[in-house]
């Protein structure tokens, strides 16, 4: 936002100094970043008189001129048709850069010595008239000959560009710059002029709005007999003070009580509307419209139009349409004033990447109850530069009529919360000057916040605005009382967070850490069938996420491809975060769940000397995990069983404890992976409830035993098993045999015969007793007899 300060003195009659006021809007949170000079090229620009003037002897267009300018006279050649004996001119002197680049020097021209340069409207960058040289006398009056250019017009020595946050809406105007003033310094406050003069013609226009969620207030006024024509100087120097280009009165003034007010008005050319009804309705889904920016727009049933009784005209509170332009010839003007939901505005301009000074201010939110005074303010503009007649009477609709928000508020709340002893008659003052209307109570307020601030909704929002006026570079820093020692335990839950996350970067995995939110798309392509469980995001940052996650698959899957990009092709990252699904009965309505997350993709070991090439992640890597941790964290036995049915893993194992489901497991289906960039299809995930685990966690003790003295024997049992007998049915099988003297059994291996529709399952048993070492008849004897049970008890047979 540029604040023209010769701007912001006719609302407060500010004389301090500059560089005290940036501090002080800096520190009430309108951080000043810079303090510009936009007419500092006109530093050697003067008031030049014309004394005298003569055809030049070797030309038939350029005139020898003498310009008096206050110091010395001097010898000019000018070339423009409109040079004349005692105009008043700007005269850029020898050395001044001009805008364009081209540097005024001592020159001869046709054999005669020019010593400066007699300037125009469009060489000055100060109006679009290049037509001759600019006669200042026919504008201007009381210009002393000699005076700098700049303090002549009036001109802006200093112009704050101010970064708004997007909270302070009120303060995109100089009009909202003003109240902060006049309440920093306690300054009286003035609004501009907009005493219209109605003619007795009545105005004969209605207005329809069909979407009244969408359009909160519109209202128009007609105005005939305009005269288009440039903008008086004073106008013209404040826009472009604001980085506004001026093109003419009628537009110009439409700008300009944006900047002024924060306002944003349109003005129609009558002639080219259709009818005596302005519509405000939805868009046709692909339905074209042509902008002022003369580029054809693809509209959505999202987007919202004004139309004529026949067409749209305008793109609602973003652009104008080039079918209803104002033109030169230009001579009724319908102006219209309206406020539009803010959401509906920002989903449009950021979806056409059509940004305007208008929606940029419809998007953060428009003050309502101001709308009537700049549609007059406006009005009487028009009325006065452009010499047109005001209609008798206003066509306005206003569905949704504006509600101010009423906030309890404690004056020693302020004191508690800021740190410092606020007295009760500075809050009372500060809120008042603020705009602010406050019923006193026995022990609190009731505070009636502005029709233009938005952002007070709540006590605290009242807090910090005493804290701001007050001052918060004024208070002091000090330490919070702490209540508990270093020493007390921390959560215990947050221990274990913190416990899973170092276990799984000591294994090798690596984190990823993402956004909660994600595309519901991404939910789609995942094949998640949750939609009524969904959180979506009421004002997303994009369509991209509009939803938070109900799965930490579809962030990792982001990662997954992101390293598939920069070419690092062996995946093993984890992530640890909360996923999010609706949920009524919770006071939040929103259910949230501590997930641990894992993906393994690619090679098994690093590409490169001693290890081994060719072996990949499968299933047993992700299971040796998943059992891994299980005995770092205490659960249980846990069974694994597989899901003929799962919406992205085939195969898909769920991993359960009792009656407990605590994760699942499984290989990403392949057309799911090849989104994601993994085209050979091997991408493993896992997912565990560590809220679930978490019970188990606590219930867990640690027992230690007595190392063994006695020498283990091993001894392996190969059996023939059909391809869907599971290895936990063998291990059960074993587990029932209850022999005393086995310590430990683990698959050794598995081979898949050609041709064959079994798989020899190798496994390894280890004995060991605790007051004696075994003897070798002894442990065959068992061996034998838990080999026997396994062939006949279940259907496998030796090789």
Known sequence: MLLSLNWLKSFVPFDGDIEELAHRLTMVGLEVEE?????????????????????????????????????????????????????????????????????????????????????????LELGEDSSGIWVLSEEFSNLTVGENLISALGLDEYVFDIGITPNRADCLSVLGIAREVAALYSLPLSLPSANVQEVDTPLNYEIEIQSPEHCFLYQARLITDCK???????????????????????????????????????????????????????????????????????????????????????????????????????????????????????????????????????????????????????????????????????????????????????????????????????????????????????????????????????????????????????????????????????????????????????????????????????????????????????????????????????????AVKTNFTQNNKRIKLFEIAKTFTKDDNVETLCQENNRFGFVLSGSRYPENWPFPKGEFFDYSDIKGLIEGFALSFGLPEMEFITRKEHPFLKPAVEIIVGDDILGFMGLIKEDIAKQYDVKDGNLWYADLDLDKIFGYYLKWTLRFKELPKFPASKRDITVVCPLDLQIGSILEVIKGVQCKILEDVSVKDIYFPKDKAVKNVTLTLTYRAKDKTLKVKEVDKVNSNIANTIVKKLNVSFP
């Not at 046709?110 to 300037?119: A, P, Q």
């Not at 019923?439 to 609190?444: G, P, T």
């Open 35 to 123: 303090i510009n000079s936009p007419f500092e090229y006109l530093k050697s620009v003067v008031v030049g008189k014309v004394v005298e003037c003569a055809p030049h002897p070797n030309s038939d267009h350029l005139s020898l001129c003498k310009v008096d300018i206050g110091s010395e006279v001097l010898p000019i050649v000018c070339g423009a048709p409109n040079v004349g004996e005692s105009q008043l001119v700007p005269v850029a002197l020898i050395g001044t850069k001009m805008p364009s680049g081209f540097k005024i020097k001592k020159a001869k021209l046709r054999g005669e010595l020019s010593c400066g340069m007699i300037c125009s409207q469009k060489e």
């Open 228 to 558: 288009i024509k440039p903008s008086p100087a004073w106008m013209r120097f404040r826009l472009i003070a604001s980085g506004i280009n001026p093109i003419n009165n009628v537009v110009d003034i439409t700008n300009y009580v944006l900047m002024e007010l924060g306002q944003p008005l349109h003005a129609f050319d009558r002639r080219l509307l259709s009818g005596n009804k302005i519509r405000v309705a939805l868009a046709k889904d692909k339905e074209k419209f042509v902008t002022l920016d003369a580029k054809e727009r693809e509209l959505l049933a999202t987007d919202l139009l004004i139309l004529d009784s026949e067409k749209p005209v305008a793109l609602a509170g973003i652009m104008g349409g080039e079918n209803s332009e104002i033109k030169q010839d230009s001579s009724e003007v319908l102006l219209e004033c309206a406020v539009f939901n803010p959401v509906t505005i920002r989903k449009t301009a950021r979806r056409l990447s059509l940004t305007s000074e208008a929606s940029y201010r419809f998007e953060r939110g428009i003050d309502q109850l101001l709308s009537p005074f700049a549609l007059e303010r406006s009005a009487y503009l028009i009325q006065t530069l452009a010499n047109g007649k005001v209609l008798k009477g206003i066509a306005k609709k206003e569905p949704r009529p504006f509600v101010r928000a009423v906030i309890k508020f404690r004056p020693n709340k302020s004191s508690d919360i800021l740190g410092v002893e606020i007295a009760e008659d500075f809050s009372f003052t500060t809120l008042q000057k603020l705009g602010c209307k406050i019923r006193k109570e026995e022990s609190s307020w009731e505070v009636e916040a502005p029709s233009f601030r938005h952002d007070l909704q709540r006590e605290i929002d009242l807090v910090e605005e005493v804290g701001r006026i007050y001052g918060l570079d004024k208070i002091e820093a000090r330490l919070p009382k702490v209540s508990r020692t270093l020493k007390d335990e921390q959560d215990p839950k947050v221990l274990f967070l913190r416990k899973v996350k170092h276990w799984a970067k000591g294994i090798g995995l690596q984190e990823s850490i993402n956004y909660s939110f994600v595309g519901e798309k991404d939910l789609d392509l995942l094949g998640l069938e949750d939609k009524e469980k969904r959180v979506y995001v009421l004002n997303p940052l994009s369509e991209e996420q509009n939803v938070l996650r109900t799965t930490l698959l579809a962030g990792l899957l982001y």
